[in-house]
T-cell receptor
Framework: DSGVTQTPKHLITATGQRVTLRCSPR?????VYWYQQSLDQGLQFLIQ???????AKGNILERFSAQQFPDLHSELNLSSLELGDSALYFC?????????????FGNGTRLTVT | GQQVMQIPQYQHVQEGEDFTTYCNSS?????IQWYKQRPGGHPVFLIQ?????EVKKQKRLTFQFGEAKKNSSLHITATQTTDVGTYFC??????????FGQGTRLTINP
């Protein structure tokens, strides 16, 4: 168990809808990362937060947004969903903001858009 | 932008055979990390390499960081069925974001 909690585990929704994925980092970790993993694909970096502030941005679509709250949990909001958004979304956390620190991944949320 | 390429994409071996995956970056990396993702699971951190030419071992796994800090490799000696999974390298250039390679999926014939 990595200590990173993601909910829900599975999400099935229709095109055009909006969903929110939630992540609670490991106790003591200040940095949260979101990654997207499509079928048989690598891990695409979406966005990183550190202690409530956006730290780095990857190839995140404008339809997607995220935030990190004062209690350090994070939410990833996906709107106007398209079939191509179906993927496994991972949250990871680390102690510090620098990418030298190992990332600890949650079990992921599998999103299916129909 | 920074790119991290990993080869091969797939590798199937007989149990007991060796396995190697290679990671190449278009730019010099400040460090490289390796992760393993079991089927149906999440990536798990294995190791980080920082120094030029660094070699680290974990039991049957040997990790190397190239002299130019642009490439890395993971070698598994005498594979076991527990080694099945996808191995990812992830590199960072300076203060840039951590970029993952596409991964090498290892399957093993018992």
């Amino acid at each position: 168990d990595s200590g990173v909690t993601q909910t829900p585990k599975h999400l099935i929704t229709a095109t055009g809808q909006r969903v929110t994925l939630r992540c609670s980092p490991r106790s003591g970790d200040l940095s949260v990362y979101w990654y997207q993993q499509s079928l048989d694909q690598g891990l695409q970096f979406l966005i990183q937060y550190y202690n409530g502030e956006e730290r780095a941005k990857g190839n995140i679509l404008e339809r997607f947004s995220a935030q990190q709250f004062p209690d350090l949990h994070s939410e990833l909001n996906l709107s106007s969903l398209e079939l191509g958004d179906s993927a496994l979304y991972f949250c990871a956390s680390s102690v510090v903001a620098g990418h030298d620190a190992p990332l600890h991944f949650g079990n992921g949320t599998r999103l299916t858009v129909t | 932008g920074q790119q991290v390429m990993q080869i091969p994409q797939y590798q199937h071996v007989q149990e007991g055979e060796d396995f190697t995956t290679y990671c190449n970056s278009s730019t010099t990396l400040s460090n490289i990390q390796w992760y393993k993702q079991r089927p149906g699971g999440h990536p798990v951190f294995l190791i980080q390499l920082v120094k030029s030419g660094e070699v680290k071992k974990q039991k049957r796994l040997t990790f190397q960081f190239g002299e130019a800090k642009k490439n890395s490799s993971l070698h598994i000696t005498a594979t076991q069925t527990t080694d099945v999974g996808t191995y990812f390298c992830a590199g960072r250039e300076g203060a840039q974001k951590l970029v993952f390679g596409q991964g090498t999926r290892l399957t093993i014939n018992p």
